[in-house]
């Protein structure tokens, strides 16, 4: 059963760090594009990042490039998002996802599995 669980959230102020993780079990990420979504109260949920089954391809999206890193540690089978130089604006529920279908996406209906996310309060 494919299970992915996220962790790290928290509350910062604006300027602040954090790092999600995202812990997957039932396969392996080696065959999957991984990506982190965000779901801000009210809006609906957008891509964050994405990388691909190699790591080797990337995308993010405008609004946190150069700010947020997304990366994986095939041994531990975990997917992180490091974020830093935190805004209000990147107030969300932050989801990890899995796609079994494409190579590399930002979009949420290329994505079939999905973790229960974790929350980032960013106060100014």
């Known amino acids: 059963q494919v299970q992915l669980v996220e962790s790290g959230g928290g509350s910062v102020q604006s300027g602040g760090s954090l790092r999600l993780s995202c812990a997957v079990s039932?396969?392996?990420?080696?065959?999957?594009?991984m990506g982190w979504f965000r779901q801000a109260p009210g809006k609906e949920r957008e891509g964050v990042a994405a990388?691909?089954?190699?790591?080797?391809?990337?995308s993010y999206a405008a609004s946190v490039k150069g700010r947020f890193t997304i990366s994986q540690d095939n041994a531990k089978n975990t997917l992180y998002l490091q974020m830093n130089s935190l805004k209000p604006e990147d107030t969300a529920m932050y989801y990890c996802?899995?796609?079994?279908?494409?190579?590399?996406?930002?979009?949420?209906?290329?994505?079939?599995?999905w973790g229960q996310g974790t929350q980032v309060t960013v106060s100014s």
């Open positions: 996802a899995a796609s079994e279908w494409v190579i590399i996406s930002l979009g949420e209906s290329d994505f079939g599995y």
């Open positions: 039932g396969y392996t990420l080696k065959k999957y594009c």
């Open positions: 990388i691909d089954s190699d790591g080797v391809t990337i």
